[in-house]
Nanobody, 125 residues
Framework: QVQLVESGGGLVQAGGSLRLSCAAS????????MGWFRQAPGPEREFVAAITWHGGRTLLAESVKGRFTISRDNAKNTVYLQMNSVKPEDTAEYFCAAAFSGHIIVTGASDYDYWGQGTQVTVSS
């Protein structure tokens, strides 16, 4: 079965950097889109970034564009979210997700089929 295991969260000062990792297993991901979402206290799960597994095409939310990058290591079945110049408003629980949507990058939480357990990122001012 599909499993997504996240790591790398923690406490970081504003302006600092953090790298989140998502280790994927359980089935081939060649036809998947991998996404990062975040959720502050409340019901909304916000799109952050996505990448196609095969071609490495990316899409970032406007709120993180220029600061965050998403990448993947196909050999390691791992997706990364590099967070630079973090701000207090980046504080949230971050989730890795997989959508088997082929070449199309999707940004809605309901479009994703599998989710990791979440990892907390807290940015201090």
């Amino acid at each position: 079965q599909v499993q997504l295991v996240e790591s790398g969260g923690g406490l970081v000062q504003a302006g600092g950097s953090l790298r989140l990792s998502c280790a994927a297993s359980g089935r081939p991901f060649s036809n998947s889109v991998m996404g990062w979402f975040r959720q502050a206290p409340g019901p909304e799960r916000e799109f952050v970034a996505a990448i196609t597994w095969h071609g490495g095409r990316t899409l970032l939310a406007e709120s993180v564009k220029g600061r965050f990058t998403i990448s993947r290591d196909n050999a390691k079945n791992t997706v990364y979210l590099q967070m630079n110049s973090v701000k207090p408003e980046d504080t949230a629980e971050y989730f890795c997700a997989a959508a088997f949507s082929g070449h199309i990058i999707v940004t809605g939480a309901s479009d994703y089929d599998y989710w990791g357990q979440g990892t907390q990122v807290t940015v201090s001012s």
